[in-house]
């Protein structure tokens, strides 16, 4: 596949992703499970930005390496979706999210159109 192929491919799993969390947007659901959506939409448009540069992504889930391979650093609250990945995932927590859930979702949203747009 071309890059903006491979790109194409992880953008619709990202659009999957906020769809999800877009359904899931009531306090009832857990913070963690929203969370771990979060953590993967926002890791699989750092890949896709990177493939779109014609760069390979490290085969990582931490966020903060991706970005500074992409050589742009995440605001804060993305950043601290990096629990997410696992340690919200195997231990007790409570983890409470960053941001209220609607304007992560925003901040996702708004990346990816961004990276629609390069396509």
């Known amino acids: 596949m071309s890059p903006a192929e491979d790109a194409a491919l992880l953008l619709r799993i990202v659009q999957r992703h906020l769809q999800a969390m877009r359904l899931n947007l009531s306090e009832a659901y857990p913070d963690e499970e929203w969370g771990f959506q979060a953590q993967q939409a926002l890791e699989k448009l750092l890949k896709a930005a990177l493939v779109l540069r014609d760069q390979l992504p490290e ?58 747009q390069s396509l």
Not at 87 to 92: F, L
Not at 101 to 108: F, G, P
């Open 59 to 116: 085969r990582t889930h931490e966020l903060g390496r991706l970005a500074a391979q992409l050589g742009e650093p995440l605001p804060g609250a993305l950043l601290a979706l990096q629990v997410y990945a696992v340690e919200a995932r195997y231990e007790e927590g409570p983890f409470a999210l960053p941001l209220e859930r609607a304007e992560l979702l925003q901040m996702l949203e708004q990346r990816l159109e961004v990276l629609l």
